[in-house]
């Protein structure tokens, strides 16, 4: 299954499945229990929204404009290391940004 376990929070808003089994369990057990289900779909669209173009446009103009900080320091002798310092910066951004 090639689900994101960052996303799919087992329990909380879904469930991971290895096997048809266990889908077929986890499914008896949502449509079988209102509350759980209501819960479950409450915590998916929380988490949905981590993950959403809107998010994902703004994490993305967040690395354009620490690439754009990098490029205009006039000030600074040691651009390579201030260069690396803000790659790692980047970096972070885009783990976050891409699915």
């Known amino acids: ?8 929070q087992h329990g909380v808003n879904g469930f991971l499945w290895n096997t048809l089994q266990e889908l ?5 057990l949502v449509a079988g229990d209102e509350e759980l289900r209501q819960q479950m779909s409450t ?10 173009r809107d998010r994902y446009v703004q994490r993305f103009m967040q690395l354009m404009r620490c ?3 990098v490029g205009t320091k006039k ?13 790692y910066f980047a970096g972070a ?3 976050n940004i891409v699915i």
């Open 75 to 87: 000030n600074i002798k040691k651009r390579n290391q201030i260069g690396t310092n803000n790659i």
């Open 24 to 28: 077929k369990e986890y499914t008896l």
């Open 43 to 52: 915590s998916a669209r929380i988490q949905v929204m981590k993950y959403g």
């Open 1 to 8: 299954m090639a689900v994101k376990r960052k996303i799919v």
């Open 67 to 69: 690439i754009e900080e």
């Open 93 to 95: 951004l885009i783990e």
